[in-house]
């Protein structure tokens, strides 16, 4: 605007030069205005007269201007920002919102011959198959709903197959975000290759058609996998990696040693087409534990598959243990921390011969499970046709630990069996019974219906008389077995069911006479006869039974509750060693009433323990000693439950969140017969990582195991405890634990309330159903102890029953007396 008006006021000066000279203010500015541009111009001229810098000397001058250093200064720090912002998101931020999914698959490829070639993943014949398949593959998933979420597939094995054609082992990455994570679950993955091999079948055939690709629908299975197992696999083992048996019978050594802190290798197995694989482990030397560290997990597959679990192996093994496979392929997993582990066996092909066999029973003999001794494999099948030598004779089976009942609405688990057109449900059991058949002729065909290898069995047979299956002087019990009638109410479960000790009424008590007392009086802690002598000479040695002490030495006294009564009774006084138990150091009762129970003080029951599962609590256990505790089968029996880095327990605790010690659980033993769907041998052992410190012994310590010949009469005092909930529609658990003191059912009326109640349950609660356990409170004690106040024992683990709290439905305890044996061979 300024340099405008000059031009124009110098314009109109020279304009009028020519005008005569005149004296004005106007001339006057005009000057003024003149010598002012006339001194701008002079500037300039000096600046261009200066020596300016040239090349790098002319860049840092023009640099070095402030304004020019604050604009170069923010360009730094963006570019930075930009860096570390993308770098942050690669691998910090992205990896948080995406991650891989990993699975492992396989399908059959009908009329397409196997050659050998296939066996080598370096050969060109399987490069150009595997190619091939993994287009075939690809084109499925990059067309389907998860498309954009997968990545690729990667044929890991090609293997011939028993039923003829191609078997095709293969993985598949997915790249996915956390919140569509159920997007990619294994029945949506194998379900889409399921619908387009199901779309062109046809005429009821099994094989459809992948991009002309003939694939058996019913060989399509799809698992997920850990990322581990996918990278060990894709990465390279670190043991031998394939193996192959081309002979029938020829056994292939196996070795594997951990050396430089562990080893985690996989090992394939393959052999002739039409057979199957037999692993004999020999020898397995490892640390006892839940599979989490040391392992070895069988696969009936080449991949990792969970649907194809044979059998894992957590614990040494000392003694051979055989293995079968369901068809001419199997993996081994392994996984050994440290130094100093091994594994030594071996493998052979085998045939898949018929099971069948005609039996004539003119004299017994024995029947055995496939390809016995070795484990049941998930597929087999075995036919007896038996004859009797009259018509008036039928078939007994005598099984060591397995018994055979008619078929629910539930499935078999444990083998599947058909008598005469009847189906019946195996199942393991931990006693002796006899399945009878009122046939002449019978044919038993048994299928095995295990998802993974089972244990085997036996059965001696022989004929019985149809119309008399016992003698005169025997009792015919529920499992089959035949007693004497003398053992009958004697305290000896002897059927296995207690079919002889139930409905027996109280027996007679007969002091003074000739006769001496019932074997169930004698010496069980209470004087029944006034002058006493059912308690008399009660440290004798005796026959040793079920209801009698056993000491340390295998005599055997009349005393039932012999163990830690601070009483030496045994000659080498076993009977008082390892007492430190059951004995809190608070023993006075707090008065707050709370539905059905009271508060617990502090110190008055230092063996509870609350188990909190991903940091929730889930259920209750006992102390039985340093290393261990005591808790319910069913508080593990899913998979992610069985899993010991899930689970933390809480000991020293009265208020939740106020443990005196707080500890990881390294290993999880659920019974080998616990049943799920009855809740029959429900009791399960945890180890600790790290024991409490001897400073909080009186806050903590264990609670004393019965013998088995312990008996509980209605003299003793019985206690539930635990942070379960209150009643039955409770929504809020309690924060102090909670006990109630309950009274132990007898049996038949336990039996007349449930029907399904086994030997190794009790009932306890009281008629009005005020005072149970409930939910929470599973796995935690019933501790019972003896008038005089004495030690407390462990008598029952809460288990189950039909509600909480309702009138004449008492709680369900797991029987602590039955199991005592089994405690101490894994704890000892």
């Not at 399908?107 to 050659?115: G, K, Q, W």
């Amino acid at each position: 605007m300024g340099t405008n008006q000059e031009e124009t006021e110098q314009t109109s000066g020279d304009g009028d030069a020519s005008e005569p000279d005149t004296a004005s203010i106007k001339d006057v500015s005009v000057e003024v205005n003149t010598v002012d541009y006339t001194l701008r111009k002079l500037r300039r001229l000096y600046r261009k007269s200066r020596r300016r810098p040239k090349g790098l000397k002319r860049l840092v001058a023009y640099l070095l201007n402030i304004p020019h250093i604050t604009v170069i200064v923010t360009a730094v720090v963006f570019v930075l920002v930009v860096i570390i912002w993308s770098l942050l998101w690669v691998f910090v931020f992205r990896r948080e919102y995406y991650g891989g999914a990993y699975f492992a698959g396989m399908f059959r490829v009908a009329n397409m011959d196997f050659i050998p070639e296939y066996r080598q993943v370096e050969s060109h014949e399987f490069v150009s198959m595997a190619n091939k398949l993994q287009n075939v593959v690809s084109s499925v998933y990059r067309t389907s709903p998860v498309a954009r979420l997968y990545k690729q597939a990667i044929i890991s094995d090609l293997s011939n197959n028993n039923k003829g054609g191609l078997l095709v082992s293969f993985w598949m990455v997915f790249v996915i975000p956390q919140v569509k994570s159920t997007s990619v679950c294994d029945e949506c993955v194998e379900a889409i290759l399921r619908d387009s091999v199901g779309a062109s079948l046809q005429n009821r055939s099994s094989i459809g058609y992948l991009l002309g690709l003939p694939v058996d629908i019913d060989s399509i299975l799809i698992n997920s996998v850990q990322r581990s197992d996918y990278t060990s696999s894709t990465g390279g083992s670190q043991c031998v990696d394939k193996l192959y048996a081309n002979i029938l019978g020829a056994s292939v050594p196996l070795s594997i040693y951990s050396s430089w802190g562990g080893v985690n290798c996989q090992v394939k197995l393959t052999s002739v087409p039409d057979s199957l694989i037999r692993l004999t482990i020999t020898s397995f030397v490892i640390e006892p534990s839940d599979c989490v560290s040391d392992a070895l997990t069988v696969y009936d597959a080449l991949l990792p598959m969970r649907g194809r679990i044979l059998h894992s192996l957590c614990e040494p093994v000392s003694s051979p243990v055989s293995i079968v496979s369901t068809s001419n392929i199997m993996l081994l997993s392994f996984r050994m921390t440290g130094d100093n582990k091994s594994f030594k066996g071996y493998f052979e092909a085998i045939n898949d011969k018929v099971c069948l066999s005609q039996i004539e029973t003119q004299s017994d003999g024995n029947i055995y499970s496939p390809f016995y001794p070795s484990l049941l494999p998930p597929k087999c099948s075995c036919t007896w046709k038996f004859k009797t030598p009259s018509p008036h004779l039928g078939v007994a089976l005598r099984f060591q630990n397995y018994v055979l009942k008619a078929k629910d609405i539930q499935g078999c688990n444990n083998g599947w069996w058909k008598v005469n057109e009847v189906i019946f449900c195996g199942s393991y059991v931990g006693y002796h019974t006899v399945f009878r058949i009122d046939h002449p002729s019978p044919e038993v065909e048994f299928l095995c219906s295990s998802s993974s290898s089972a244990q085997p069995f036996q059965a001696s047979y022989s004929s019985f008389n149809i119309s008399h299956p016992c003698p005169e002087s025997h009792f015919l019990c529920n499992t089959g077995i035949c007693v004497e009638k003398s053992r009958l109410c004697d305290g000896l479960d002897d059927c296995g069911d207690e079919s002889d000790e139930l409905f027996c009424s109280r027996p007679t008590i007969n002091c003074g006479s000739k006769n001496p007392p019932h074997a169930l009086l004698v010496c069980n802690g209470e004087v029944d006869c006034i002058d006493g002598s059912d308690e008399i000479n009660c440290t004798e040695e005796a026959t040793c039974s079920e209801i009698r002490y056993r000491c340390r030495s295998g005599a055997c006294i009349l005393k039932k509750n012999a163990k830690c009564d601070d009483a030496p009774d045994c000659q080498d006084g076993s009977d008082e060693a390892d007492c430190a138990c059951g004995l809190p150091a608070f023993k006075k009762v707090g008065l707050q009433r709370i539905v059905g129970g009271v508060n617990a003080v502090e110190g008055e029951w230092p063996w509870q323990v609350s188990l909190h599962f991903d940091s929730n609590l889930y259920c209750g256990a006992s102390i039985i000693s340093s290393e261990w505790l005591v808790s319910a089968a069913h508080c593990f029996s899913k998979d992610r439950l069985s899993d010991p880095r899930y689970w933390m327990a809480y000991l020293g605790m009265l208020v939740q969140g106020s443990a005196r010690h707080a500890a990881e659980i390294q290993r999880i033993v659920v019974h080998e017969y616990y049943n799920a769907n009855t809740f029959d041998y429900d009791i399960a052992l945890l180890q600790l990582k790290k024991a409490w410190p001897p400073s909080l012994s009186p806050l903590i310590q264990p609670i004393c195991l019965p013998p088995s010949s312990y008996t509980v009469t209605d003299s003793y005092r019985c206690i539930v405890t635990g942070w379960g909930y209150r009643f039955e529609d409770d929504k809020v658990l309690p924060s102090v634990l909670q006990k109630a003191q309950v009274s132990i059912t007898n049996q038949v009326e336990c039996k007349k309330t449930y029907g399904i109640i086994s030997p190794r349950m009790i009932c306890a609660g009281v008629p009005s159903g005020e005072r149970d356990a409930c939910r929470g409170d599973s796995g935690g004690p019933l501790s019972c102890q003896a008038p005089g106040g004495g030690r407390w024992f462990l008598m029952g683990i809460v288990s189950w029953g039909s509600g909480c709290g309702r009138p004449n439905l008492p709680g369900v305890y797991t029987r602590v007396t039955k199991f005592t044996p089994w405690i101490y061979s894994h704890i000892s």
